[in-house]
């Protein structure tokens, strides 16, 4: 038998839409998808829907505090099934971060089991967990029954969830958001709640009130894991006034004492958001690499808390200065980001202040606060409707009795005997038997005029403004009074401190162990370092077409100075110099040097030398060694040359006189104390020139006479009787050098 073939289908109609178009569209959709209902909190209860949803769905299994606990998994089931419909992981993951302490700074879930740790270890399985929510949670849900706040269909319709919160605790601020969107991010970092109170109550009696001047009470972030923030108060002043910024936090730590001298640093606290596992993994891996040679060991001795042992190398290491090297190489010093990014009123993204940040928790409060009161208002309303009924029944209760005995349909006959309302009517006709006691009466108008009583409050309270803030302020104080500096939870962990002041060179010469080498230099730049202080380099082998330069002595901590014809002077660390297997490497590797521009002269750094430089022109001035010392690629600017004109000669400044010669092997010599000392510029004439440039320049003492080396590397003299000629001023063309090297050269450079 054969197949049957179908009829072939209708096309569907299509519509033709440019590409750019739907791109857009698509595009935005789930931008906005992304912001609205995933990464940004909202300003008023500083909740993603998924932490709201979670919290809701607790709330529908009545984990309160101080009930029993219930599986992780079941929440997360009915959490999924009824208002999350994503990955349970994801909703796992999300309450996991909400019971971590370390995490949150005021914990939301109340966890029992395997959470995870500071370490990093993974929470267990949702199966083996339970939670339920704490005394924080039950204040952002507080009046969520009272129609405190809106609530809207859930993603099938079958039920409904609140909107937003009614937030009675500063969550945003309190314990922080992190989150990134499509095209903008949020990072705020926890906070003290009781500040948060403090100037929110300030804010409430001075609703101007700027961010600067809430600064008063909130100092800066509260990390769950403590710590110490060193930035500057008008850094962070900065930072919340704008609502963006940094906050350098360091790791808290002790030195103590052991036996016979030996001490240790003891790590109590870390930065927030660091595992450390990873920062104790981190830095064995830099002592593998000899990249701290200042410590000894580390090792983790934490139990519950944070304890950290890192071992000096030595006893005579400076404990500081140990620890500034950590703080430079690790996560032991870490930046936390600020950055206010909130959806405003649920719907509007925004980087805002800290005033504005707690202007938006506090008028949310307030229409929390008008909400529920409206809630109580009608249900007190409804009940004073109900009590007028029953006095009426009780004031007539035998003809009341009779219409109901009597009567097919009681209801409206009551109505109409009595001009009841239907609500009253139905009250009366429900209303048990064991109620027409004697006392009944009594008690009913006791209850409505204690009823009547707060409904005059309430009214009185929808009514005034000021006494609508003052509810809040009480609202505030009440939550200030239970997370107060005395409490457990409330005290501050983190402190403020500055960062101490070190010697930069110090600090550099920290990270590198110091060991002597020895520097080769080849004719054409190529620069490498030799292990110890080698005094034959005789068999080194070079580049073709290239040979030995100079070599000298240093340690791996010294700092090269490079003189270049640019008139700039750079900045080589030794350490960062190739090793001496190989031809080395280029020295324009490590600066930032033009093509045509060639090398001077090539030095170890001492400090507190004075060199005299010089220009082909025959321009120079003094300057102090420390004033040549530049940090970055790109040199520092010393000796300000013009091409054709360059840099060609250094020395350094040891005696009371000056000698020049020029390229026409003309030289004089003159007092030192005519040549000015800068820092920077073109200098002043040294020598005088028609056709000639100038060759080179050396200082000496006048009583010790002029010495130099020739081309074979010979030394020779003059006495200062034998110079007697070539004395002069500065500016003067000289006379020529005769017994001088006819390479015009002293051979002198820095000593």
Same mark, same amino acid.
């Given at each position: 038998?054969? !197949? ?33 209902? @995933? ?23 009545? %984990? ?5 606990? +219930? ?12 208002? $999350? ?33 500071? /370490?990093? /270890? ?68 926890? $906070? ?29 972030? =509260? ?36 036996? @016979? ?29 000899? !990249?701290?040679?200042?410590?000894? /060991?580390?090792? =983790? ?147 409505? +005029? ?41 005290? @501050? ?10 010697? %930069? ?134 000796? #300000? ?31 030192? /104390? ?13 020598? +005088? ?33 034998? %110079? ?19 390479? #015009?050269?002293?051979? @002198?450079?820095?000593?």
């Amino acid at each position: 038998m054969g !197949k049957r073939t179908l009829p072939p289908e209708e096309p569907a109609e299509i519509h033709e839409v440019m590409l750019r178009d739907a791109l857009e569209e698509r595009y935005l959709t789930y931008a906005l998808s992304t912001i609205m209902h @995933r990464a940004l909190p909202d300003g008023r209860d500083g909740l993603k829907p998924v932490h709201r949803r979670i919290l809701y769905g607790m709330r529908l299994l009545r %984990l309160d505090p101080g009930t029993a606990f +219930k599986k992780s998994a079941k929440i997360v089931g009915d959490v999924m099934g009824s208002f $999350h419909p994503h990955g349970d992981q994801a909703i796992y993951d999300a309450m996991v971060r909400l019971a971590q302490d370390f995490s949150s700074r005021y914990p939301l879930v109340d966890g029992q089991g395997n959470f995870g740790n500071i /370490d990093g /270890d993974n929470p267990a399985a949702y199966r083996y967990t339970e939670a339920r929510m704490t005394a924080v949670a039950q204040l952002l849900l507080e009046g969520i029954d009272e129609d405190g706040v809106e609530f809207r269909p859930n993603y099938d319709g079958q039920t409904k969830e609140p909107v937003v919160m009614p937030g009675g605790f500063p969550n945003l601020l309190a314990n922080g958001s992190q989150g990134i969107a499509v095209g903008m991010a949020t990072s705020i970092p926890p $906070h003290n709640a009781a500040e948060l109170c403090d100037a929110a109550l300030h804010l409430i009696d001075k609703p101007d009130a700027k961010s600067k001047s809430l600064l008063k009470w909130v100092k800066g972030p =509260d990390f769950p894991t403590g710590g110490i923030v060193v930035d500057s108060k008008e850094a962070i002043a900065e930072a919340y006034m704008t609502g963006r910024g940094s906050f350098r936090t360091r790791a808290r730590w002790t030195q103590e004492e052991g036996a @016979r001298g030996t001490w240790v640093v003891v790590i109590t606290e870390i930065p927030w958001l660091v595992q450390k596992s990873r920062l104790v993994e981190k830095i064995a891996e830099l002592l593998n690499e000899k !990249k701290l040679p200042l410590v000894g /060991d580390v090792r =983790d001795e934490s139990a519950e808390d944070v304890r950290l042992v890192i071992e000096p190398k030595s006893r005579a290491v400076d404990p500081a200065l140990m620890m500034e090297s950590l703080f430079r190489l690790t996560e032991l010093e870490s930046k936390i980001s600020l950055n206010l990014n909130v959806l405003i009123k649920g719907k509007i993204p925004k980087v805002v202040g800290l005033a504005e940040c707690l202007r938006e928790w506090l008028d949310h409060l307030r229409d929390v606060l008008l909400r529920r009161s409206n809630y109580r208002k009608t249900q007190i309303e409804n009940r004073l409707e109900v009590l007028g009924g029953y006095l009426i029944a009780y004031l007539n209760i035998d003809k009341v009795i009779k219409i109901i005995r009597t009567e097919d349909e009681p209801k409206p006959e009551l109505m109409k005997a009595f001009k009841l309302t239907e609500v009253q009517a139905d009250a009366i006709l429900d209303m048990r038997l064991r109620r027409l006691r004697k006392l009944e009466e009594f008690e009913i108008r006791t209850e409505d +005029k204690n009823l009547r009583a707060e409904l005059k409050g309430i009214k009185s309270l929808l009514g005034s403004e000021v006494e609508q803030w003052s509810k809040v302020g009480d609202q505030v104080r009440k939550v200030r009074d239970m997370f107060g500096p005395k409490t457990p939870l409330g005290k @501050r962990r983190t402190t403020f401190a500055d960062a101490p002041e070190h010697d %930069l060179a110090a600090i550099e010469e920290a990270f590198v162990e110091r060991e002597p080498c020895t520097v080769v230099i080849s004719e054409k730049g190529w620069v490498r370092t030799l292990k110890g202080h080698v005094e034959d380099i005789s068999g080194l082998a070079f580049k073709t077409d290239d040979k030995l330069d100079h070599a000298f002595f240093a340690e791996t901590t010294s700092k090269l100075l490079v003189f270049a014809t640019n008139g700039k002077f750079y900045s080589l660390d030794v350490a960062k110099l190739p090793g001496g297997r190989g031809h080395g490497e280029a020295i324009r590797m490590f600066i930032d040097m033009e093509p045509e521009t060639a090398i001077v002269s090539l030095f170890v750094n001492k400090g507190g030398r004075k060199f005299l430089i010089a220009s082909l022109e025959g321009q120079g001035f003094i300057v102090n060694e420390d004033d040549c010392v530049g940090n970055t690629r790109k040199g520092k600017q010393v000796l #300000n040359v013009e091409m054709p004109n360059e840099a060609c000669a250094i020395t350094t400044v040891a005696g009371d006189t000056v000698a020049v010669i020029g390229t026409n092997h003309k030289m004089v010599l003159f007092p030192l /104390d005519q040549v000015p000392e800068m820092a920077r510029g073109r200098g002043v004439r040294l020598q +005088k020139y028609t056709s000639a440039k100038l060759s080179d320049v050396a200082v000496f003492e006048s009583k010790a006479g002029l010495n130099w080396k020739d081309s074979a590397g010979r030394d020779q003299s003059m006495s200062w009787k034998e %110079l007697a000629d070539w004395r002069g001023n500065r500016a003067d063309a000289g006379r020529l050098a005769h017994g001088l090297p006819k390479s #015009n050269k002293f051979l @002198r450079g820095v000593e």
